[in-house]
């Protein structure tokens, strides 16, 4: 009797405080990217906000297939909107005046949480690849969220596109790796 009692007690006292549990946030992902800052070799360093990249000229598209270095799918991209790359480093002008120096360029593009990949001019601004390069800040027709936003970048000609697909995007550095 005292037994069953008990065990009924016990099971009311889990039940009320599974609520509880499961109202406990969920933990912050706080990676929210606010602005791009586009430094190095540049002549013009800039800030960006989503409101700045709006101004520049727009290349928006469609579907893209976010695709893991496995071929595994991460998500797909229905519709985008955002600005090239080329477009945003033409705006900060960059800093080559030697023929040859704009060969020598790499463009690090990097986020919140430390994750940063590699262009380079000749890729950008001299091959297909260039043309696929896209600061983007509206997907699915909506401002990005906690996920990848407010601004994130993709290679949309890479074979597999999740490896240069950057989440929270905060910077452009401009960097000569050759003298
Ligand atoms: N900022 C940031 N972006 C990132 C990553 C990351 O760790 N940080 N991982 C990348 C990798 S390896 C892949 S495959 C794609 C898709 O990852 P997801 O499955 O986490 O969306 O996001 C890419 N973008
Ligand atoms: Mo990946």
Known sequence: ?????????????????????????????????????????????????????????????????????????????????GVRLRDILDKAVLDAPGHNDVKKLAIIATATDGYAVVFSWGELYNAPAGEGVIVYYEKNGKALDDNDGEIALISAKDIRTGPRHVKWLNGIEVRKLVE
């Not at 969920?26 to 990217?33: E, V």
């Open 1 to 81: 009797m005292f037994k069953k009692i008990a065990a009924g007690f016990a099971s009311a006292a889990l039940l009320a405080a599974a609520p509880a549990w499961s109202a406990a946030p969920a933990p912050a992902r706080d990676n929210m990217s606010h602005a791009l800052a586009v430094t190095g070799m540049v002549e013009t360093p800039l800030t960006l906000k989503v409101a700045d990249l709006r101004q520049l000229p727009p290349a928006n598209g469609g579907e893209i297939a976010v695709t893991r270095h496995n071929g595994e799918k991460a998500e797909t991209i229905t519709s985008y909107r």
